[in-house]
């Protein structure tokens, strides 16, 4: 089977490349083909089957179609312009978050029009697709009324994949990823940045500004556990999702002072010392606006499993990032 | 101030533009100029002011800058494809519902990036964002979970005219319309087109046809009530709807039992005999997956008003058409 990746080059597409191109094998089937797309070419990982690195950006006219050449089976449509450079550049919001996810649905209907081709697409969603005012914890019908432009161009793609796939044109599944802790790298301009960096810069002996109260919740998934839902994901029969085929992906709801006494136990009172306080009212009222947690009962029904503590987010982080972490 | 329709020669849109030349005014303002907008150039009534009759087709390049070119400040966008046009022309629908809708209110936000320009727009959007599985009484966040490519047309809308109200580029509020009984004119094919004609029929002394159970629910208003919801929307402030620019509208929850037994108080047996059962399998199990009951106190709130019988809903169409009626 060959497998195309687009946004292979992001943190999350990165890893899931690893880890497809180590066990060579996903849902069950052989990899024969990998095919890596993203904005500038993804680096290839070491990969017994073939391997395809593109430099592509989906809006363009024609990109998608190239990218289906080999008519993939399995595709990963991880690709998007982040919350805040689509809230900062409107037309380049839609035009990767939107038209170029329009693009790809396009391409594979219209090459399903000239032979059978009905590939499982798996698409990167997000919990940016709901927004305040909303309940202490959100439930599976909860509705869609997205506070930003990304989450509007998210909510939007998810019901387009849903359309294209009652329609037959292919096999959709969006996961409505939680935030994404602890994220590798530098510290970022994100809102939601202070999340990973309170524990990430402490655990490798750096300082880290903590923007908000200790109280504020929030909704959390490890890297790991997104390259996880995605694999699953990849595996799972449609036919159990019914015409709902988008679904917030489980998580752990949790307080930033969860976050300081789970650090507190991994790496001791120096640590938390590295936290430096300053409120940031802007950001304050932004994250307040944010989902707190949700029922993810129907994700769990159908095997997507995340952490159950920051204990094991943070063991996630300290084994699959190794380097980043003080001696 | 100048007001465009679009979608001005459909049902609903003549009997709005009758009401708007009639009284001159909408929102408290006096209205200089109409500007009737079609796929084929509606016909023109008669108005003191001044009236454009347009034939323009939303999706292609450059029409909606210039139907913007006096810069309305008033839109009423009611254009779209119907429900089983776009479910048996995937590419029509798409094209018209939401290629033309994202055309509209792209040119709204170019004209407004050269000179002061934020205009109201009042968006015409369906119960079919809903589908099934749905709770006896759909709730205010419910979920946006279409079963047909016209409703997925009118939930993308519905998010696209959010974020753009979000960003200021206009003002816009979205609709949703409750299936209107009784339309005038002749049978049509589509699957809700009994609701209508078992009423109309009977009262212009023909024959019809029920295809499905006495014990059917769904929800229903007149013509002359989503006329005035339109006519509302136009003139309420929208800094009361929040974040949240799409309300259902009110309207009457009834069986097609409560349909007859409204027709016999109206027109007697000999109208009711008029109606010949003939179970249909297949709409039967269209019209099974269709809202029954909603919660819409939001719009009440906001004082939009349905009909509370169809008593009511056969009385308004004794009033307004006169000429359908038998003798």
Redesign the interface.
Known sequence: MDVLVIGAAGMVGRKLVSKLAAGGVVGGRVIDRLILADVVAPEAPAFEGNIDTVPADLSEPGVADTLLATRPQLIFHLAAVVSGEAEAD?EKGYRVNLDGTRALLEAVRMAGSKESYVPKLVFASSIAVF???LPEVIGE???????T?YG?QK??SE??L??YS??GFLDGIGIRLPTIVIRPGKPNKAASGFFSGILREPLAGQEAVLPVDDSVRHWFASPRAAVNFLLHAAGLDTSRL???RSLTMPGLSATVGDQIEALRRAAGEAAVRRIRREPDETIARIVAGWPQNFDASRAAALGFVAEKSFDEIIKAHLEDEPRSVAA
Not at 141 to 147: D, I
């Open positions: 409107f927004g305040a005012p019908t909860e509705c869609l009324a997205p506070l432009s509007t909510a939007i019901l387009l849903a359309d009652r329609r019914g015409s709902r």
